[in-house]
């Protein structure tokens, strides 16, 4: 991880000031009769990738539930002994998905420095990778349930600029500090090896 960050900031010097064309919005606030230039409105201007988070998380789910690839998956998650019993190369699966998490980590990287706040600059992510993983544990390792905890944690994040925007200018620093606070609770929570590995794939609990 830090040699991932530091190559990040030696690689991205030269995109410090130059700003990307942004990722548009989806104007909801038009579709549903809100005001122009009023603060609902541009409340519900959305970011373009937000619907296609959606239909990853949908269409996942139902692939890892309905199709051989995903069995295949489930397979070298929960039991890699008996994958290679079935023919199924451990690694080549397990470099395949790990691949496919990268490339979608890497759309939701884009979409900060693409659309919120909309450069780039080093420590951009501000820890939300990490954030991600307690997102994943606290889900027990399902797409849909991964869906609903972004938005939560989505939420608390959004909470101190909307705080903010209406007035309420105090304690700000406070309510920028609501998603790692519930990430600690989460993390402490499940802090235990049952509650941990609750719902987790069965090769993460195996002892080697």
Not at 69 to 92: I, Y
Not at 173 to 198: G, K
Request: hydrophobic share 50%; with cysteine; net charge positive.
């Amino acid at each position: 991880m830090l040699l991932g960050t530091g190559l990040a900031f030696y690689l991205g010097k030269p995109l410090i000031q130059p700003q990307a064309p942004q990722v548009p919005s989806l104007p909801l606030g038009d579709w549903l009769g809100a005001t122009p230039g009023s603060a609902l409105h541009a409340a519900l201007g959305i970011n373009a990738l937000f619907p296609v988070g959606v239909a990853l998380a949908l269409l996942l789910a139902w692939g890892l539930a309905n199709t051989g690839w995903g069995l295949q998956v489930r397979m070298v998650g929960d039991s890699a002994d008996a994958a290679r019993a079935l023919g199924t190369s451990v690694t080549a699966v397990r470099v395949a998905a790990t691949t496919a998490g990268g490339f979608v980590a890497g759309l939701g990287g884009a979409s900060l420095s693409l659309y919120y706040p909309g450069s780039w600059n080093e420590g951009l992510s501000s820890g939300q990778g990490l954030i991600a993983v307690a997102l994943v544990i606290f889900a027990r390792w399902q797409p849909v349930r991964c869906l609903w905890a972004a938005l939560l944690f989505g939420g608390a994040g959004a909470l101190g600029p909307a705080l903010q925007s209406v007035g309420v200018s105090g304690y700000y620093y406070l309510f920028n500090a609501v998603p790692y606070a519930l990430t600690l609770a989460i993390l402490v929570w499940t802090c235990s090896p049952r509650r941990s590995l609750q719902g987790a794939p069965m090769e993460l609990g195996v002892a080697r």
